[in-house]
């Protein structure tokens, strides 16, 4: 008999934060294939954001989690936990949601939060009393997302469980130090999950304990964990140790469906001239949005003078700002290297402030200040209005630091070509246009694995050269700078490697621009070319045949 699937995730559509939301929002039913029947979804009732708490829930059942404060581990108290149940499209999610408010009160996303660790043990705790409610006397495949839902492996290792725990990556964070104490607030035994050291983080302890492989978003991502030396010796060195961890990539599916009439693409290059003027019809959609919000005074940067009926090149970069990936401060760099050398082309930023807020891009400000023509800094767009700024741009920058999955794919299937860093999964979504610039011996030598030299080129990869000696150092700098307010890290006089990323992404730009103007046949060929290859490449039922073969797999 086939065993039930469980996923217990910290984030979901309802309170979400990063990738692990979007994932959310189709792997459950895609996974319905393996089983039959949709898989239980087990997550926390995040009851300051109102995506949780607006939704019609029944209370299913109710139980105790015993926990006591750090430094008191006799002055134990029960906390009682709800079990809350609400169906999404035919797929169940279970909130647990806890007596006491100061548990899960994360705003205005679920990790921000005073303690992530203390919440994350005690869902874990609350999560094993859940499996032992929703599954009595039999196991089910648990697939546990990043080390707040790892921290599950821990808490069940009291208990005699046919329950097969698989943890999924979807970036490389751990907890930060976890000690004996911390395992003991919730009644954990922290003998049954030792680490290598003192206050070895979760997934130091959980990677061992669980079944292997561990999993990740890309195959590139997940040589990335063992190779790339951001990774290896910046973001996640503390994995390299872990014996059991050669961590196996299955690819998400693509984000969003065709954002464009399906003819175009049936049309082929005959169907330029209708994706030129859909283009100018969206473009005029997204100033009207704009103007509204030079009324509102919530426009951040630039003006919208000349823009109407402006035909060069709009590249646009948003997303959250997440200074340890994004490298927001990479494109404003690059831009200005653009601009001084008189460059014509559009930038529009629409970045989404971190913990930070909106004050961390004072350095994109200055840049449109500087350039108030061609650089436009916005606000976070409502959805309609996002998608007509992605469906009016030529070009989507995507200057990632790291990237496990990537969202190049909601770019092309929006209408727009990818100008991106070549690394983790932006790899397998773009592929590089091998007579560019651009296109050196770095970026040669990390997507040979994945494209060769006959495929049909869909976009501009670019990457700092390598051997860099300074490499390690440089990295640990721009790592060590984040949570800086008000300005980028300039570091283009002491940086290398930043430096270089720099000039191989004012390459990529002056590469874009180019074709967009002089060939726009390769243009609108690599949109359409990108477009297929990402449906040919990627679907969510290709994900769920790739982790049904594991499970099975497994006894």
């Not at 999610?93 to 679920?110: K, M, S």
């Not at 930070?356 to 004072?362: K, L, M, P, S, T």
Request: aromatic share 10%; glycine share 8%.
């Amino acid at each position: 008999m086939q065993q039930s699937i469980a996923i217990i995730t910290y984030e979901t559509p309802f309170a979400p934060r990063g990738g692990i939301a979007s994932v959310l929002a189709h792997l459950p039913g895609s996974l319905r294939s393996i089983q039959g029947r949709a898989p239980a979804v087990i997550t926390p009732y995040h009851h300051r954001i109102e995506g949780t708490t607006s939704l019609s829930i029944n209370g299913v059942a109710k139980f105790p989690v015993q926990y006591s404060h750090r430094g008191s581990p006799k002055e134990k108290k029960n906390v009682h936990v709800s079990l809350l149940q609400y169906e999404d499209q035919g797929c169940p999610f279970y909130f647990l949601r806890a007596q006491e408010d100061n548990f899960f009160a994360g705003f205005p996303h679920p990790y921000a939060v005073d303690n992530l660790l203390r919440d994350s043990l005690f869902f874990a705790v609350a999560t094993v009393r859940a499996l032992e409610y929703l599954y009595p006397q039999r196991g089910c495949v648990l697939l546990l997302q990043d080390w707040e839902g790892a921290a599950t492996v821990l808490a069940l290792q009291e208990s005699r469980t046919l329950h097969r725990p698989f943890i999924t990556l979807h970036n490389s964070y751990d907890s930060g130090a976890l000690y004996a104490e911390d395992l003991e607030m919730v009644g954990i035994d922290p003998t049954t999950c030792p680490g290598p050291e003192p206050g070895s983080g979760v997934l130091e302890r959980a990677i061992p304990l669980a079944r292997q492989p561990v999993f990740t978003v890309s195959d590139q991502f997940a040589l990335d964990l063992r190779q790339d030396v951001l990774q290896t010796k910046i973001m996640a060195p503390q994995l390299q140790t872990i014996r059991q961890f050669d961590p196996v990539g299955i690819a998400n599916g693509p984000f969003a469906e065709l954002g464009f009439d399906r003819t175009y693409t049936v049309q082929g290059l005959s169907g330029i001239p209708y994706l030129k003027q859909w283009k100018i019809r969206e473009r005029s959609r997204l100033l009207d949005s704009l103007e509204n919000s030079a009324r509102e005074g919530s426009l951040i940067g630039g003006t919208l003078e000349e823009l109407h009926g402006d035909e060069s090149s709009w590249i646009v970069m948003a997303g959250r700002d997440d200074q340890r990936q994004k490298g927001y401060d990479v494109a404003a760099d690059a831009v200005r290297g653009f601009l001084e050398g008189g460059g014509r082309a559009r930038f529009l930023f629409f970045p989404i402030p971190c913990d930070a807020g909106v004050e961390r891009f004072e350095f994109l400000r200055e840049l449109a200040e500087d350039y108030p023509l061609s650089v436009i800094v916005g606000p976070p767009l409502l959805k309609e209005h996002f998608l007509s700024a992605l469906h009016g741009a030529s070009y989507a920058l995507m200057p990632s630091f790291y990237e496990p999955f990537g969202m190049a794919n909601e770019f092309y299937m929006n209408g727009l070509v990818a100008i991106a860093r070549a690394t983790g999964g932006i790899i397998h979504q773009v592929v590089p246009l091998q007579s560019a610039a651009c296109f050196s011996p770095a970026v040669f030598r990390v997507a040979e694995r994945w494209h060769s030299a006959s495929s049909h080129p869909t976009g501009l990869l670019y990457r700092e050269r390598a051997g860099i000696p300074s490499v390690i150092e440089d990295w640990k700098a721009m790592n060590d700078a984040y949570g800086q307010i008000g300005t980028s890290r300039h570091h283009e006089n002491d940086n290398a490697t930043f430096r270089s990323m720099r000039d191989e992404l004012l390459l990529a730009i002056k590469d874009a621009v180019r074709i967009f103007t002089d060939s726009p046949e390769l243009y609108f060929s690599m949109l359409l070319e990108g477009v297929a290859h990402i449906e040919r490449t990627f679907s969510w039922e290709r994900t769920a045949a790739e982790y049904g073969r594991y499970f099975t797999l497994q006894p």
